[in-house]
C-alpha cells in the first residue's frame, strides 16, 4: 500500500522575506520632523526686533518732529525726544491746510475706491478662475499687461476725458479712473483659482441656485479673506495717493495728501508743522488697522496655506 505524502504547505515566512526583498520601498507619507513645533533662536528674535524698531522709528520720528518747533528741528544734533508743542502744531497744521475738509474728501475717495474695486475684482476674479468663455485666456494676458504700463502714460488723456466730462476739480474725477485694479482682478483669480472648487459650484446649479445666487451665497463667503487683503491695501493706497489728486482736484477741494503739500509749498516750510499734519493723516490709518488687523493677518495666512 502505497502512502502519499502530505502536501506540505509552503513556508510563508521565506516567501515574504523574498517578496520584501524584491518590492520597492513605500513612500513615506510624513517626512521625518512633520508637524513639530519649531522654537525660534537669539538669532531670530535679534532680527525681528531690529526690523520692529526700524519699521516704528519714521513714525516715533514724526512724533519727535511734530512736537518740537523749528529751531529745535533744526538744532545739531536734534533731539530724540518728543517735545511739548505737539498740539500747538497740530492746531496750526489744521487750520493752514483745512484738514477737516481734506479729511473728508479723503475718506470719501477712498472709500468708494475700495469698495467698488472689492466689488469689479472680485467678479472678474471669479469669472477668470472658474468660467469658461472665449478669449478668456487673451483678456486675462491682457489685464496683466496692464500691469507693466506705467501710470503716468495715462495721465493726460484722463484729464482730458475729466475736463470734456465736467468733472475737472471734483471728487468724481478722482474716483473714476481707479474704480478697478488690474492688480486686483489678477489676485482675486489667482485666491479663487485654489480656494473655491469647482463642485461647490456644481453643487448651488442643481440646488437651483442662478450666477448671481452662486456669486452671492457660494462665492464671496470663499473670497472673504482675500478681499479683506485686498481691501486694505486699495484703501492705504488711495488714502496715500497724491500724484493723481493733485493734478485732477483744485485747492479748494484737495484731498488730504494734498492738502499736505500746501503745507510745504512755502519758501522756507516749517517742518514741525508739516511732520503734524503728516502725523494727522497716519492716524486714521493706523486707526483701520487696528480694527481690521486681525481679519486681514487672517486673510494673508489663509491664502498663504492654500494649495
Known amino acids: 500500500m502505497t502512502t502519499i505524502s502530505p502536501i506540505t504547505a509552503p513556508d510563508r515566512r521565506r516567501v515574504s522575506k523574498a517578496d520584501a526583498r524584491s518590492e520597492p520601498p513605500r513612500p513615506r507619507r510624513f517626512k521625518p520632523g512633520a508637524g513639530r513645533q519649531h522654537h525660534a533662536g537669539p538669532f531670530a528674535y535679534f532680527a525681528l526686533i531690529v526690523v520692529g524698531l526700524g519699521s516704528l522709528f519714521p513714525l516715533y520720528w514724526t512724533l519727535v518732529t511734530a512736537s518740537r518747533t523749528q529751531d529745535e528741528v533744526l538744532d545739531t ?151 479683506m487683503v485686498l481691501g486694505m491695501l486699495t484703501f492705504v493706497q488711495a488714502w496715500n495717493d497724491f500724484f493723481w489728486p493733485y493734478l485732477a482736484l483744485n485747492q479748494e477741494n484737495p484731498t488730504l495728501q494734498v492738502a499736505l503739500g500746501q503745507l510745504s509749498a512755502s519758501y522756507v516750510p516749517d517742518q514741525s508743522i508739516v511732520m503734524a499734519g503728516a502725523l494727522i493723516s497716519t492716524l486714521p490709518l493706523l486707526v483701520v488697522f487696528v480694527i481690521f488687523g486681525k481679519q486681514i493677518v487672517g486673510g494673508i495666512m489663509s491664502g498663504a496655506v492654500k494649495g
Request: net charge neutral; proline share 7%.
Open 77 to 227: 544734533p536734534p533731539p530724540l525726544l518728543p517735545g511739548g508743542n505737539l498740539f500747538n502744531n497740530l492746531e496750526a497744521a489744521w487750520e493752514q491746510a483745512h484738514l477737516g475738509k481734506a479729511i473728508l474728501n479723503t475718506f470719501i475717495v477712498s472709500s468708494c475706491i475700495t469698495v467698488a474695486t472689492l466689488f469689479f475684482c472680485t467678479l472678474a476674479g471669479y469669472a477668470f478662475a472658474k468660467m469658461r468663455f472665449k478669449g478668456r485666456g487673451v483678456l486675462m494676458t491682457m489685464v496683466i499687461v496692464t500691469l507693466t504700463i506705467p501710470p503716468q502714460l495715462s495721465v493726460v488723456p484722463l484729464f482730458m476725458m475729466m475736463s470734456d466730462i465736467g468733472w475737472g476739480g471734483q471728487l468724481e474725477s478722482a474716483i473714476f479712473p481707479t474704480l478697478v485694479s488690474a492688480f486686483g482682478v489678477f489676485f482675486m483669480r489667482q485666491y479663487l483659482l485654489e480656494a473655491l472648487p469647482y463642485e461647490l459650484i456644481e453643487a448651488g446649479r442643481m440646488d437651483g441656485a442662478n450666477n448671481l445666487r452662486v456669486v452671492w451665497s457660494i462665492v464671496l463667503p470663499v473670497a472673504r479673506p482675500a478681499m
